[in-house]
C-alpha cells in the first residue's frame, strides 16, 4: 500500500503503553486524519484498489482501538467508492448518468 499510516500507529500504541493520554490523542487524530484524508485523495483520483486496501487498514485500526470517528468517516468514503462505482457499470452497460 503506498500510502503508509503505520507510523502514526507505532506513536499512538507507544503513547497509550507509555501512559501518555495526550500524546496519545494527538497521534490518534493525527492517524485518523492519514487514513481519512489519504483515502479521500485515492478517491478523488479514481484509485479504488488502492483506496479498498487503505479502508481495509482503515475498518482494522477502527475496530482494534474503538475509534468510532474514523468509522463514521470510513463509512462515509465507502458510499462515495460505492457511488462511483454504480457509474462505471452504468456506463459499461451504455447507460446514460
Known amino acids: 500500500m503506498p500510502v503508509s499510516c503505520a507510523r502514526w500507529e507505532r506513536l499512538y500504541n507507544h503513547a497509550l503503553q507509555s501512559g501518555n493520554k495526550e500524546k496519545a490523542l494527538e497521534f490518534k487524530e493525527k492517524l485518523v486524519e ?3 484524508y489519504s483515502l479521500w485523495q485515492l478517491v478523488r483520483d ?3 484498489r488502492e483506496a479498498a486496501e487503505l479502508m481495509k487498514y482503515g475498518r ?3 475496530e482494534k ?3 468510532p470517528e ?3 468517516h470510513l463509512d462515509l468514503i465507502q ?3 460505492n457511488r462511483i462505482k454504480e457509474i ?3 456506463i459499461g452497460r451504455g447507460e446514460k448518468v
Open 34 to 36: 492519514c487514513i481519512v
Open 46 to 48: 479514481k484509485e479504488l
Open 60 to 62: 482494522e485500526v477502527s
Open 65 to 67: 482501538y474503538n475509534i
Open 70 to 72: 474514523l468509522k463514521f
Open 79 to 81: 458510499e462515495e467508492i
Open 88 to 90: 462505471y457499470r452504468r
